[in-house]
């Protein structure tokens, strides 16, 4: 998913959506993840979204403990 680009909405969705999009692999998102989505960024999400391989990065960069 390309735009809204994910480190403008990661930080703000509820933690059960997160956990959701971690085990989401290829799959597109669920009505209720693009939802939330547009309600953080004021704009309406394509229902044909995918996470990209650099999304699945970012996320798992994000869920990493810090030292």
Do not use: N, Y
């Amino acid at each position: 998913m390309s735009d809204p680009e994910i480190h403008t909405w990661w930080p703000h969705l509820h933690a059960a959506t997160k956990e959701l999009l971690e085990g989401i692999g290829d799959d597109p998102l669920p009505a209720k993840v693009l939802d939330e989505i547009a309600v953080i960024t004021g704009r309406p999400v394509p229902e044909d979204c995918h996470l990209t391989p650099s999304d699945h990065d970012f996320i798992r960069t994000q869920r990493e403990e810090v030292d």
